[in-house]
Each structure stands twice: as structure tokens, then as C-alpha cells.
């Protein structure tokens, strides 16, 4: 499914992967390339920077954990930090969730705080462009025991004693290249500074292309406990809250559309439901939503032929609807498919690097005054 509708950032991904052939194409690859330079060399001095003390991360007062990716884009880091917060919940610890507010709204939240609120109504979330700020309202105005960093991996400002990375089986190394020929944040280096690997929709992937990427990656981090996981689609969810099982998509032809980096993953999802989709609409990573682009999808939800199916409905991410919140679009109701992660092997490692850092929070008294470091 690939036309129009499948919007500008589409078309970049499909140039930079090198699936868009031409004059044009090939000049916007070699133009990228060079531009990745700056960006590699920057990136290297900068974590050269902290890597050999020049540089200090600053340590917070209670147990820290990163949850990022290695390359730009969607890899799963939502559902990622609603499993972990739920699991440190489990152990009757006061867990919160920091992160960098990226492009929020007028009313100063971003669309991953809108969508927080809907997953995990009973844990904390701070959004703060300097997170050692964030983490200082959790502990001394919010008293949580520890924190989740949210996108974090690059983010090296504050000390944390789990790194998490996601790998997205689907795109594990960006195109190959730096951000901007390819979505590569970081080389592959960077990852001997994780301590768990999360590859995520291992389910959309060969087993033998799956062991390639883990051969790969446990090159670079020898020491880091493996993770196999999927996206599991559990239930849909409308603007208004109310809450419905998969099976009312069924037998049904869906227009699915969002706003994320990495909109294959999310396809590819759909795809395992047993429902018909039309042709995708996809903008851009964080796309705030105008009511000319609502009026733009009701309009491709329309049948150009009188022999085509109709569409019955909208579907997007719980990053989306709350951007929109409205339950239809043109009368035709709007659902957003709710995703969890689901660990299909090396669950036992993971855990067994969890429960340190939850007993250590459980030693935390959360109305003691917290000893904060200088900066």
C-alpha cells in the first residue's frame, strides 16, 4: 500500500533506504551523507566527553533507568516503560516517569504525556526540558522511590543505573548510517554502554534474521541480557475512554493512519489482524493535527469507485487520539489500537537486573528529605 496518502516522510524513508531511484533521489542520498559527518563527529566528542571523565553525569537520589533506542523513530519505548512501571507498581514501589517534553503542546504536554495518562492514570509523569529537574520534582514534591527516563539513551546528562536500549527487528540499524542519510542516532559502539537489549516485534521478523541481529548487536554488548518481545495489540480505546476487545475490528475495513517515526511498525501489527485495511496515511513523528488534515482523511475515506469497499472506521496510536479527541471522523467512528509489549523470551535476565534497583528503591524512605548532588 504506497501512494499519495502515504505522506512526505513516507517518501523520505523510502529515499533513504534506497527503494526511490533517480537523479533526485540519489543527489538528496549523497547530500545526507555528507551532512552526517558534523553529526558523527559530535557525537563521538561528546561521548568521549563522559566516557573519559571530562565531562560528569550528574547522579540523582534514588535508582535511575533508561529506557531509548539506537536510531530515530518508533521502537516500542512506550509500551517498554508501561510494562516496567507496572512491574515496579507490582512491588509496592513509588516509580514516575521523566522525560523531555518533546514538541508539546500549548498546554505544555507532549503527546507521549497525554498518552500516559490513559495507560498509567496512577503514575507520576514529569515533563522538564532539564531532566535532573524532573527528577527533583519526583523525589522532593511527588516522593517517588525511582525513576523511569523515558528516550534517554543519548541523554547522558544524568547517571542511570539501568540502561535499556530497544532494537525494532524490523529496522535494527537504521539504513546503516547516521542521522541524516540514515536514522542512526549513534554508531553501534554505543551499545556497550547498555545493559539490557529489548528487541522488539521479533514476531514480524525470520528466525534466522533475528539471530543475525542478535549476533550483530551482543558484538558491540557482549554483557547486556538479551530480550525478545512482540507488540501485542490487547483492546481499542475512543477519545471518550470507553474501552473495546480486538474483535469488534473484525471482518471490517479500517484506514489506519498515525504520527510516529517508524509507521511500518504499526502496520505491520495491523496486518496481523484479521480485518481489511485501505490505503495508509502517515505524517510525520509527533504531528500535531489540524482540521485540514482531519478533513483530508475523511476525504480519502470516501470510495473514488462505486465497485470499491467503504471504510468503516479510523485507526491510530494512543499517541494520536489524544491529539484529535474526537470518537468519528466524517461519521465514521475513530479507535486507537492499544499496544502492550509482551516478552517472548529472556524475561529471567531482565528480570534479575530489576530487583537490585527495586529493593534498593524500597530502602528509600519516601518521606525522608532526599541529599541532592550539586549539578
Known sequence: MDGPGTGKMHRLLKILRGETNGLLASLLRGLMWLASFPYALAMRLRNL????????????????????????GGTGKTPTVAMLAHWFRDQGIRVAIVSRGYRAGEDG?????????????????????????????????????????????????????LEIVLIDS??????????????????????????????????????????????????????????????????????????????????????????????????????????????????????HYTADDLQS???????KDPNQPPVDGFLCTGKDLPKIGVDSLGGLPLWAVEIELAVRSGWEGLEDRLQPLAKAALEIDPQDPPALEDD
Open 109 to 161: 504536554r507532549n503527546d507521549e504525556a497525554r498518552e500516559w495518562e490513559n495507560r498509567l492514570p496512577d503514575v507520576p509523569h514529569v515533563q522538564h526540558a532539564d531532566r535532573r529537574v524532573g527528577i527533583r520534582i519526583c523525589r522532593e514534591e511527588l516522593d517517588c522511590q525511582l525513576i523511569l527516563l523515558d528516550d534517554a539513551f543519548q541523554h547522558r546528562q544524568v547517571a542511570r543505573d
Open 297 to 303: 482523511l475523511i476525504h480519502q475515506a470516501k470510495p
Open 49 to 72: 566527553a563522559y566516557d573519559r571523565g571530562w565531562k560528569n553525569s550528574w547522579k540523582a537520589p534514588c535508582p535511575v533507568i533508561s529506557v531509548g533506542n539506537l536510531t530515530a
Open 170 to 287: 524490523l529496522d535494527p540499524f537504521g539504513g546503516g548510517y547516521l542521522l541524516p542519510r540514515g536514522l542512526l542516532r549513534e554508531g553501534l559502539r554505543s551499545l556497550r554502554r547498555a545493559d539490557v537489549i529489548v528487541a522488539t516485534r521479533t514476531d514480524l521478523v525470520s528466525a534466522s534474521r533475528l539471530a543475525e541481529i542478535r549476533t550483530t548487536i551482543l558484538r558491540w554488548a557482549p554483557k547486556a541480557a538479551w530480550v525478545e518481545s512482540a507488540h501485542a495489540p490487547i483492546g481499542i480505546r475512543n477519545a471518550s475512554g470507553q474501552t473495546l476487545p480486538l474483535h469488534h475490528l473484525d471482518h471490517q475495513r479500517w484506514l489506519p493512519f498515525c504520527g510516529l517515526g517508524n509507521p511500518e511498525g504499526f502496520l505491520q501489527t495491523l496486518k496481523q489482524l484479521p480485518i481489511g485495511l485501505a490505503e495508509p496515511r502517515w505524517f510525520a513523528d509527533h504531528h
